[in-house]
T-cell receptor
């Protein structure tokens, strides 16, 4: 059983739309990470959250510890936002990340 | 901005051969990781390394795998006798502290075992 569930698996949007990607986890965590993987394969860390909310440019990440749920929002989406967005949790031994399967986002012009 | 580098970017090898994947983590980071991603699947943890020893390893990281930090800068993953199912993208990552801190990923090495 995957300890991290993401939804939706695939998301297609028009440029300018507000995007929400959800992540649910089933274990206690130390930190919840959001990462971006581009078609070429490279992985970039976007956020690391242990509580509350973080914002960076057009990206906003929130986490609800009680509900074991996190969301990644993209405002005013742009075709260059097209990528796979992955949530991952760090906890337990704190030495590794456990990844979700990712959400493939396609933003059309 | 400091970055994690990996070499080679691509490697093709014959089944049963040994391969060494190399990584240079960010210089002041203390924790180092290897992950792999089989084509079309999620990223999977292989091993973490801290203070010159393995901190944690997954079930995937069996006796055919080993890691080493041979000097102050390089971090290597060795696969002793490659199998077809080892074909994947291998990512190195590093962090200043453990998994409660941001991990910085290298660009990956795409390994193809024939």
């Amino acid at each position: 059983k995957n300890e991290v569930e993401q939804s939706p698996q695939n998301l297609t949007a028009q440029e300018g739309e507000f995007i929400t990607i959800n992540c649910s986890y089933s274990v206690g965590i130390s930190a919840l990470h959001w990462l971006q993987q581009h078609p070429g394969g490279g992985i970039v860390s976007l956020f690391m959250l242990s509580s509350g909310k973080k914002k960076h440019g057009r990206l906003i990440a929130t986490i609800n510890i009680q509900e074991k749920h996190s969301s990644l929002h993209i405002t005013a989406s742009h075709p260059r936002d097209s990528a796979v967005y992955i949530c991952a949790w760090g906890g337990g031994s704190n030495y590794k990340l456990t990844f979700g399967k990712g959400t493939l986002l396609t933003v059309n012009p | 901005e400091p970055e994690v580098t990996q070499t080679p970017s691509h490697q093709v090898t014959q089944m049963g051969q040994e391969v060494i994947l190399r990584c240079v983590p960010i210089s002041n980071h203390l924790y180092f990781y290897w992950y792999r991603q089989i084509l079309g699947q999620k990223v999977e943890f292989l091993v973490s390394f801290y203070n010159n020893e393995i901190s944690e390893k997954s079930e995937i990281f069996d006796d055919q795998f080993s890691v080493e930090r041979p000097d102050g800068s390089n971090f290597t993953l060795k696969i002793r006798s490659t199998k077809l199912e080892d074909s994947a993208m291998y990512f190195c990552a590093s962090s200043l502290q453990g998994a409660w801190e941001t991990q910085y990923f290298g660009p990956g090495t795409r390994l193809l075992v024939l």
